[in-house]
């Protein structure tokens, strides 16, 4: 391996010949090797692009940043936005809590490649730009890395989980109307209930994935305020004056989303609640997801000894040692999902209660976690709703068997001859294997005309929406 050496406040540093960070970046390399897995997501590097890029434009309009300044840290954004420096972030989350070392990563990388790209070397001549005079002027990690991560939370929410959610609950409601007058049995505790139609069944779900996706959005306008301007403790220190209204605007412009600048600095730099607050939602929406796949499998089990009244789509051989077994395989990767987010829940709540007077240090940890279950629900969702909603289907005759045979049905003589004889109706049925009309007719409280004017499943089901 060849080395070059680069310098910062504390000395030289041996840094791979063909990188372009520095040496912040290579100490944080070498004294955070806590993996395996746990690379700061590719998108909070995008969102430092973004705000470095708007820090430079803003800085350029308030008469601090030359107009070449401006342009090279420009066009070294643009190039990170397109991907092909993604070998240049190496650090990991497990890191300095406020991101101080991906900051400067970002800021080395942007200072040595504009070198490059100016046609120097790096490290010799007189630099283009300097890593912290240009490239993070009027900013400090305390306020960029909060950024950073509302810019790739808000994209992740707007722009991966809403669509998938959206998608799988479309597919829900289609189904919804289209099964709307499938009677089948109802279960409460697990136990035999009275009817409903499958129809609502899924209608149901259908709303709870409504509810989910309202909650998200409810939360983004939280997450559309940035902290940039704030510097080191809130107070906008080495920033000229209106800065933060127009970096936040050009984050806007850059990103096509509608971010503006957080009306209290204070409070997005010491705690991250609005991180908290989304992923609250994003729980809900794992909450609501787990719920319905339980559903969906338990719904679908068999094909002989389970409920069965629904067929899911068979996608893949579900054993190894069993043949012809085919497992409920998109229910299980969903819950496990579910999971997933739920743990991050815990991470972020955690990380979020640990503000310590000016400053949060959970940013990194907190970052990773929503990101994760922002894509996790986004793409999961997707994934279930191809492989197995769009393939629901009703089977017909296990749902005409399991009311046929429902001692529940009884329920609706209680306004006939009441609570009590309904119930010795049905415990009898039970008890002697037989059904309810013979015993009610049996027990002499109705007749076989009454008893199939009024136990009517499709008249138990309420109205059809
Ligand atoms: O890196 C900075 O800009 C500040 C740092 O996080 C600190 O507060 O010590």
């Known amino acids: 391996m060849e080395y070059r050496i680069e310098k910062d406040t504390m000395g030289e540093v041996k840094v791979p010949a063909d990188k372009y960070w520095g040496a912040q970046t290579e100490r944080s390399r070498n004294n955070f090797k806590i993996g395996p897995s746990g690379s700061m997501p590719k998108e909070i590097v995008e969102g430092f692009a973004y705000l470095k890029k708007a820090a430079a434009y803003a800085n350029h309009d308030l008469g601090v940043l030359s107009a070449e300044k401006r342009d090279a840290i420009g066009q070294v954004c643009d190039e990170i936005l397109t991907g092909a420096l993604d070998a240049e972030f190496p650090l990991v989350i497990w890191q300095t809590g406020s991101g101080t070392q991906s900051n400067m990563n970002v800021n080395e990388v942007i200072a040595n490649r504009a070198q490059v790209l100016a046609g120097g070397k790096i490290g010799e001549g007189e630099p283009v730009l300097k890593a912290n005079d240009d490239v993070n002027k009027s900013q400090s990690s305390n306020d960029t890395y ?8 808000y994209k992740a929410v707007v722009e991966v989980t809403i669509p998938g959610v959206e998608k799988l609950r479309d597919t829900l409601k289609a189904k919804s109307v289209e099964y709307m007058n499938v009677v089948k049995i109802g279960r409460t505790h697990l136990m035999d209930a009275t009817p409903l139609t499958l129809g609502q069944e899924l209608g149901g ?10 909650a998200v959005k409810n939360t983004l306008a939280h997450l559309s305020e940035l902290a ?7 107070t906008g220190l080495n920033t000229p004056e209106g800065y933060d209204v127009k970096v936040a605007e050009y984050i806007a412009k850059f990103t096509g989303h509608p971010f503006i600048t957080a009306p209290n600095k204070f409070e997005a730099l010491a705690s991250h609640d609005a991180i908290v607050e989304a992923h609250g939602a994003l729980k809900q929406l794992a909450v609501s997801l787990n719920k ?10 068999g094909p002989r000894s389970g409920i069965g009244e629904i067929l899911i789509p068979e996608n893949e051989p579900g054993s190894s040692i069993m043949p012809g077994k085919v497992n409920p395989t998109q229910c299980e990767a969903l819950t496990m999902v579910c999971a997933q987010v739920i743990g991050n829940d815990v991470a972020i709540a955690f990380g979020g209660a640990q503000g310590h007077y000016e400053l949060n240090v959970f940013k990194p940890v907190m970052a990773a976690n929503f990101l994760q279950s922002a894509r996790l629900i986004g793409d999961a969702c997707i994934s279930f709703d191809e492989h197995c909603a769009q393939g629901i289907e009703p089977n017909y005759t296990r749902i005409k068997e399991l009311v046929d045979n429902s001692l529940m049905l009884v329920t609706a003589l209680n306004t006939k001859i009441g609570y009590y004889k309904a119930a010795e109706i049905a415990q009898t049925a039970h008890k002697n294997g037989t059904t309810l009309k013979e015993e009610a007719v049996h027990l002499g409280y109705v007749t ?4 199939d004017a009024w136990v009517k499943p499709e008249d138990m089901v309420g109205s059809l929406k």
Do not use: C, W
Request: aromatic residues 8%; hydrophobic residues 45%.
């Open 448 to 451: 076989p005309e009454d008893f």
């Open 228 to 234: 940039l301007g704030g510097t080191a403790v809130g």
């Open 205 to 214: 779900y259908a709303a709870q994935l409504t509810y989910g996706i309202k």
């Open 292 to 301: 319905i796949a339980n559903d969906i499998r338990m719904l679908a089990s």
């Open 146 to 153: 909060p950024t950073g991560m509302h810019i790739a939370a």
